[in-house]
Nanobody, 112 residues
Framework: QLQASGGGVVQVGGSLRLSCAVT????????MGWYRQTPGKQREPVAL???????NYAESVEGRFTISRDDAQNTFHLQMTSLKPEDTAVYYC????????WGQGTLVTVSS
């Protein structure tokens, strides 16, 4: 199971860090990442990290967001900086391990 946390309200230009705690070993995950969704739109990938260390970012967040993992804490994170109003969304953590798993969403609101 995945447990997301860290959402909240932040002003434009601010930073926020999301965390996703993994109940099983993080080493068993092939791909981990973050998606986001706004009302009326499909869930879209934001950042992905493979177990080989390769990363993939949505063009809209490239250079502003960083995905990382903390093996000791069995957790992975999404560090978000220079936040924009269009980053407002519900963010979901995601993992692939013999199937896809989703955490519950955490709401990020960027206020102008």
């Amino acid at each position: 199971q995945l447990q997301a946390s860290g959402g909240g309200v932040v002003q434009v230009g601010g930073s926020l860090r999301l965390s996703c705690a993994v109940t099983e070993s993080i080493f068993s995950i092939n791909i981990m990442g973050w998606y986001r969704q706004t009302p009326g739109k499909q869930r879209e990938p934001v950042a992905l990290l493979s177990n080989l260390g390769s990363t993939n970012y949505a063009e809209s967040v490239e250079g502003r967001f960083t995905i990382s993992r903390d093996d000791a804490q069995n957790t992975f994170h999404l560090q978000m900086t220079s936040l924009k109003p269009e980053d407002t969304a519900v963010y979901y953590c995601y993992a692939v391990k013999r199937g896809a798993f989703w955490g519950q969403g955490t709401l990020v609101t960027v206020s102008s």
